[in-house]
Antibody, heavy 126, light 109 residues
């Protein structure tokens, strides 16, 4: 079964650090785009980061310089290192696999998110 | 990186159709055919229902359809059913980033 499972959330003080994990099964993370998306309580979805199959990674302005996305191919897992956390980072954090469209005989990445985890909750509070 | 604009709410009776708009800019919705739509029920993870403007993933009913014109994308839900009551989010690619819409709550009357 193709799935992703997020872990690592919790309660953290402002200014603290936390590392979230996104463990994949049923597919290889190094061949896919992996996204992190968050949802603050009662609010909408916010895209925060992506790591492409080729390695480049990108961030939303709101987390640039504080969050780092990385990948451990041996564990088939993607991480989100979150530093200097703020109250406004409080949210459910989802990881998602990027969609791939077949275009025989090749394929391309469709910049959509087709497999989502259940999310992990991060609460930043003193 | 401003959020795409969606109406906060939409509603319709069972069997009717509802259309949700998603307005972006020349840097995102208008520039790329990489608009996707997600359905989210309370307490659940989002679910992909439309990708690349108008394509449906396997298993998504053909009651869901998408389109785009200029800076505005649209999602239409035809033949509304009770289980369609949920929050809906659009999302567009915009050169190395993605931007979500503000979300629309669909109520089935």
């Amino acid at each position: 079964e193709v799935q992703v499972v997020e872990t690592g959330g919790g309660l953290i003080h402002p200014g603290g650090s936390l590392r979230l994990s996104c463990a994949a099964s049923g597919f290889i993370v190094s061949s896919n785009y992996i996204y992190w998306v968050r949802q603050a309580p009662g609010k909408g979805l916010e895209w925060i980061s992506v790591i492409y199959a080729g390695g480049p990674s990108y961030y939303a302005d709101s987390v640039q310089g504080r969050f780092t996305i990385s990948r451990d191919n041996s564990k088939n897992t993607v991480y989100l290192q979150m530093n200097n956390l703020r109250a406004e980072d409080t949210a459910i954090y989802y990881c998602a696999r990027g969609g791939i469209t077949s275009a025989s005989p090749s394929f391309y990445y469709s910049y959509s998110m087709d497999v989502w985890g259940q999310g992990t909750t991060v609460t930043v509070s003193s | 990186q401003s959020a795409l604009t969606q109406p906060p709410s939409a509603s319709g009776s069972p069997g009717q159709s509802v259309t949700i708009s998603c307005t972006g800019t020349s840097s995102d919705v208008a520039r790329f055919n990489y608009v996707s739509w997600y359905q989210q029920h309370p307490g659940k993870a989002p679910k992909l229902i439309i990708y690349e403007v108008s394509k449906r993933p396997s298993g998504v009913p053909d009651r869901f359809s998408g389109s785009k014109s200029g800076t505005t994308a649209s999602l239409t839900v035809s033949g509304l059913q009770a289980e369609d009551e949920a929050d809906y989010y659009c999302c567009s690619y915009a050169t190395n980033i993605n931007v979500f819409g503000s979300g629309t709550k669909v109520t089935v009357l």
